[in-house]
């Protein structure tokens, strides 16, 4: 072998190792930030789910398959907490707020248009102010009142059970993408003061719920962003017998479930949850700043590192 061939056999193979060495730099990198990302996210849109009147222990017997496991691939607690009184309005009020009755004003349950909307922020609100988009998919107009005017892009009061709801929510998530959408189904609540909370035509109305649900998100799969939702599916209260609105323990348990694999880290949140902080870890998980008057806070604990982010990202993008 002359010099000549053996420094070109040498410069070929240096050449070759040190591309190798580069790709198994890159394939090293790759992998790493695949495992530190846990393939998903961050999040950039949620998604409230409330089932009127879902009492969590009910949830769990009514064998709601896609709740379950949801559940178990989330942040999930059976024993979150809604607000006094536990009546409709003044409970959502509360959930899409992040405040407590006294704070937020809103102390009746029907629809008066007389009395205006609620005067406090909203997550929607705070998600609207932040340039991202909102909408409100709901079973009973009166939740109208939450709906500030210019804090939600679109408000849907649909007349029917949790399918037709999920159909139209569903179909305007693909289309649309709303940075945050609450979705309210009206079913177990109508069907416990008819048959009573834990009647079969109550578990069988969760049942239809959790059907609904299983539409949201093959909608949210669909849209491509099955890795970038968080979904929240909780209530506003629960019940006994034939009624709810008390202190009593079964009025005031209601289930929460946080779910978006990758970005939440699955187990059973440990600290006690309020339905005050549903409004905080969504805006919280879009990665706003949650109004400090708020008497609901953020379950932070809940996220992987650098998955709440959403709205913020975006801003910092432009
Ligand atoms: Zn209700």
């Not at 559940?71 to 024993?79: C, E, L, V, Y």
């Not at 939450?146 to 679109?154: F, Y």
């Not at 034939?242 to 600290?271: C, F, L």
Request: with cysteine; charged share 15%.
């Amino acid at each position: 072998m002359n010099n000549k061939h053996w420094y070109g056999m040498l410069t070929k193979n240096c050449l070759m190792n040190s591309r190798l060495l580069s790709a198994g730099c890159w394939i090293w990198w790759l992998c790493l930030w695949l495992v530190t990302t846990g393939f998903s996210g961050p999040i950039e849109h949620v998604i409230i789910v409330s089932m009127d009147g879902a009492r969590p222990d009910y949830v769990l017997s009514a064998q709601a398959s896609n709740i379950q496991a949801m559940a178990a691939q989330g942040a999930f607690t059976w024993w979150a907490q809604t607000v006094n009184p536990s009546v409709t309005l003044i409970s959502h009020t509360s959930m899409l707020s992040g405040c407590q009755p006294a704070k937020h004003g809103i102390d009746w349950n029907t629809w008066k248009p007389s009395k205006g909307f609620i005067k406090t922020n909203t997550c929607f609100e705070l998600v609207k102010k932040s340039g991202g988009r909102t909408a409100m998919f709901v079973g009973k107009a009166k939740l109208r009142h939450i709906a500030k005017p210019d804090t939600v892009d679109t408000f849907e009061s649909v007349e029917g059970p949790a399918m037709t709801i999920s159909t139209a929510a569903a179909v305007y998530f693909k289309t649309n993408q709303p940075d945050l959408l609450f979705v309210h189904y009206p079913d177990p609540d109508a069907a416990g003061h008819a048959f009573g909370w834990g009647a079969a035509p109550y578990l069988a109305a969760i049942k239809d719920c959790d059907q609904g649900i299983g539409l949201l998100r093959i909608g949210v799969e669909q849209a491509g962003l099955a890795d970038r939702t968080l979904f929240i599916i909780t209530a506003d209260h629960g019940g006994h017998q034939r009624s709810h609105g008390t202190k009593d323990v079964r009025d005031m348990t209601i289930p929460w479930v946080a779910y978006s694999p990758g970005n939440v880290i699955p187990g059973e949140i440990q600290t006690g949850i309020s339905t005050c902080d549903t409004a905080a870890t969504a805006v919280y998980a879009l990665g706003l700043k949650v109004d400090p008057q708020w008497d609901g806070k953020a379950a932070e604990e809940i996220f992987a590192d650098g998955k709440a982010a959403g709205v913020r990202k975006r801003q910092m993008a432009k």
